[in-house]
């Protein structure tokens, strides 16, 4: 109780952020979610009731605007990959300071889903390993994608920001938002987070 009241101690002191609400386990979280409709939800994994996996998936399936932001000890966590598969922006470790704390939250908010990019692609990198390959519709989507697509795909999975794969493609920033906004919904899901997850699994980027 008390690091979560410390979180929202920290977040209402910081400018453009205000904490509409909190719970004590998951079960209330995904109830305060569809009472409160937040931008952006911190999801601490280990919960009674009804662990943060769960809470994210419900939030998630009830078509929520909120972003889920986990909250972990450790950067290779097991269960933050399930997270993410079950439809997490991201995570954040909770020694992060109050800038990062708030700055994650933002960044989330934004529709910028991959935080940390270093550590979170590490994390996707190995635990891919341990996921189930996606189902043959799933991979078969990857055709829709034009060849352009296909490698913006692989550089938001890679952790790149949208400027860098600008830079990096040679293009506008607004033509790689129109590309990831393409990719994500040719291949039906919700993220850039998503996406990065989805090329994994799908082989695109190589693990290692």
Aim: hydrophobic share 50%; no cysteine; charged share 25%.
């Amino acid at each position: 109780m008390m690091v979560r009241e410390g979180f929202s101690v920290l977040l209402n002191a910081m400018p453009g952020i205000e904490v509409v609400g909190e719970a004590v386990d998951g079960r209330q979280a995904v109830e305060r979610v569809a009472a409160l409709a937040p931008d952006v939800v911190l999801m601490d994994i280990r919960m009674p009731e009804m662990n943060g996996i769960e809470a994210t998936r419900e939030i998630v399936a009830a078509d929520a605007e909120a972003k889920v932001l986990v909250l972990t000890t450790f950067d290779l966590d097991e269960y933050v990959y399930q997270a993410l598969r079950a439809g997490a922006s991201g995570f954040l470790l909770k020694d992060a300071s109050a800038r990062q704390l708030a700055e994650g939250v933002r960044v989330v908010a934004s529709g910028e889903a991959l935080l940390a990019p270093t550590v979170t692609r590490r994390l996707i990198t190995e635990f891919s390993k341990l996921a189930q390959a996606p189902k043959a519709p799933a991979l078969a989507r990857i055709g829709d994608l034009t060849e352009r697509e296909t490698e913006v795909l692989v550089l938001v999975a890679q952790g790149l920001s949208n400027a860098e794969i600008a830079a990096h493609l040679v293009v506008a920033e607004s033509t790689v938002k129109t590309h990831v906004s393409r990719v994500l919904v040719k291949l039906g899901l919700r993220d850039r987070t998503q996406a990065a997850v989805f090329a994994y699994e799908a082989r695109l980027v190589t693990p290692g």
